[in-house]
């Protein structure tokens, strides 16, 4: 017999994809995809029930389809276009209903939480690589970062209480794809970024794919425990502004807060208050345990996830083409030899050695 | 008079002061219907081939403006005419558009290709090409940094251009003991603090740069990474945190990691107390070093300490401001911004001999005794460093 698999937060294009690629597995049977709204697109072989996590009908569902594995998705930072507090309801909450009705449930074998690096919080006491066992060393007393840390340690009790149950943490980077909707792709999309001026933070990405790669490995194999799941490297957030093409507008700390709740007034992007922190002081996380312990690698780095979200975008104000453009002209009016221009490497040390000996052949 | 004398130097001959706008100011206006003579000395000098209404009495005034003994025949003398020069005047300005009209381009790229031979070099058409690559992949964002954030490029190709004039020039920085610093793998460099500003901190790291060709990797307390500017530079810097986390992260990926012990004591100590070793912290860089098995450096900085004589704090301030002290210096907020330069002692770098920690045990480090005598060892080692090179030294701007 195949497995049953519950998914909650399949509203969210994350949340579906995921519950129709676990759908395609060999090995499961069913997959139930819970979300108080409905989808937006298919769901494929899924069957949707309408229920709220917050509402013991949750425990009935487990109980009618046997599930045996439960996939909780829906810790968001911010659902939809309500506050905080709807947000922090949905997450610890929800949270605390559906652990409560997961204990009860004999059928029940693995329990997998897709948690988010937030939890490390952003500080400028940081050490540059989180690892697992590390905490945040600022929890805001408001935000999602305070709501990671909450649904965390419900987990950690479940997992106590029920040690029978197979328990996987997987901490991911945001994820970034083509035609995702996240806060982060959200914050990318504005044609002027904001930043915090006079810091530049490290960042991580994830591909979207790998991370519902990354759940589907944790959800078929059985190792438990908690992972960081990132894309290798970091990118400094100026990097990836300038990458964009587009123009970066810094502000003091105080304006980008904000900028950033009236812009979630607007409708516009979602980058919230807390975010500001992170904007600041940025996160990296260690991942050689998802690689040496859960056996997950990442089809893409930090680099390759962000180059193919700045791909689906349209190029900005200072694009690589204007910039490429620029420089032949440039080069071309200052009497540089364009033919060289064309096939140099692009280590400029290699570049310039490289070119000393063979000066002789271009006209000066 | 005067207003004669001083107009066709200021303008260039051109209406408006100069302003380079085609019409004339108000007041230049106002000149013009008042002396319009003055106007005539300016403009007749100017194209006096082309003009044939131009007397040549007035081409003197080109060559003789500045004396003013002259001036006044060169302004009276065509005043009569007025008339049929003012009318000439109106349409002068069709002939002076723009004041680099008159440079041909020959001119100018020549004028360019000896800026540019100055600036890169005989070989300077590959060596421009390559700037302007390298400016290209900083726009486009083409690079990639560290997982620290460090950003080799720009450090070597920017913060080390920037420094190394300082270091050379200012500092006359004379570096001893580079051998001892290992051409591949970790070890970690322990350094006495001073100078009221980490000056020092940097000053190490270039010397390592260029005399050792290795990357300091500086730890940084974390007021570092809260200052706005300061935390950007510093992580692209090679900057990163001073915790132990940190510290073993990068000691096992082989970097040379340096380290200040003393901390804020030790930069913001009094100038009177200068070249005593303030308490080496709780000696976490030597367990950092002994689980890591890499070598402990101790290098001792001399004249750093004279830079920014400390004779003073505001600790209500530096309260308020949330920094750990308020410098006053004989200069400080005394002459302003001019107090900020640092002055110019002469400085000694000595890199010691290193003390080995992969004999211990990775257990050792967790052994109190051992690292506190570890730490005691380096920070004698340095001390009795700094008295000898203090006797060496000849004075304190020597």
Known sequence: ?364 | MGDAEIIPIGTRGKPGRGSGSVKPSSSARSLATRQPGAQQARTAPKKPVARRAAPTDTVPVEHTAAPTATTPEAVTIPTPRAPSQAAAIISEPADHRHPTSGIPAVDWLSGFTSAAVEVFGENWEPRLAAFLAFLRRRLTGDYSVDEYGFDAEITQRFFMTAIRPVAEKWFRIEVRGVENIPAAGGALVVSNHSGTVPIDGMMTAISIHDHAHRFLRPLGADLVFKLPIVSEMARKGGVTLACNEDAERMLRGGEIVGVWPEGFKGIGKPYSERYKLQRFGRGGFVSAAIRTGVPIIPTSVVGAEEIYPLVGNIPSLARLLGVPYIPITPFFPLLGPLGLIPLPSKWIIEFGEPIRTDDYDPGAADDPMLVFNVTDQVRETIQQTLYGLLMQRKSVFG
């Not at chain 1, 899924?46 to 109980?63: L, W």
């Not at chain 1, 960042?203 to 290798?232: P, V």
């Not at chain 1, 690698?297 to 390759?304: D, F, G, I, K, L």
């Open chain 1, 1 to 364: 017999m195949g497995r049953v698999v519950l998914v909650t937060g399949v509203a969210r294009d994350l949340g579906r994809r995921f519950a129709r690629q676990i759908a395609a597995a060999p090995t499961v049977d069913r997959v139930i995809g819970v979300d108080v709204q409905p989808p937006r697109g298919d769901l494929g072989g899924v069957s949707f029930v309408r229920a709220d996590i917050r509402n013991p009908v949750i425990a009935k569902v487990i109980m009618r389809e046997q599930v045996d594995t439960v996939v909780h998705m829906s810790v968001l930072p911010s659902p939809g276009a309500s506050g905080r507090t709807t947000a922090k309801e949905l997450n610890v909450i929800g949270t605390m209903q559906l652990l409560a009705a997961c204990q009860q449930s004999p059928d029940l074998e693995h329990f997998i939480l897709k948690s988010s690096t937030a939890v490390y919080g952003s500080s400028n006491r940081d050490p540059a690589m989180f690892s697992e066992g590390m905490n945040a060393k600022r929890v805001g007393a408001v935000g999602f970062v305070k709501d990671v840390n909450e649904v965390e340690g419900y987990v950690r009790g479940f997992a106590r209480r029920r040690p029978d149950v197979r328990t996987t943490t997987l901490r991911t980077a945001p994820a970034l794809g083509p035609g995702l909707n996240t806060p982060t792709a959200a914050y990318f999309r504005l044609p002027v970024i904001p930043t915090v001026l006079g810091f530049d933070p490290r960042m991580q990405f994830l591909n979207d794919t790998d991370l519902i790669d990354s759940i589907e490995h944790a959800t078929l194999t059985d190792i438990a425990g908690t992972f960081n799941i990132a894309g290798d490297g970091v990118m400094m957030l100026s990097q990836a502004i300038r990458r964009l093409g587009r123009p970066a507008m810094p502000l003091p700390g105080f304006a980008v807060g904000a900028f950033g709740s009236a812009m979630r007034q607007a409708r516009v992007a979602d980058f919230s208050r807390e975010q500001v922190a992170f904007l600041a002081y940025g996160r990296g996380v260690e991942t050689t345990r998802m690689r040496e312990v859960l056996g997950f690698h990442p089809s893409r780095t930090t680099e390759q996830a962000f180059g193919e979200f700045a791909a689906s975008l349209a190029p900005g104000l200072v694009s690589e083409r204007r910039v490429r453009a620029a420089e032949a002209a440039l080069a071309g009016a200052l009497g540089g030899n364009r033919d060289r221009r064309e096939e140099r490497p692009d280590d400029l040390t290699a570049e310039l050695t490289a070119a000393n000996p063979g000066s002789g052949d271009h006209h000066g």
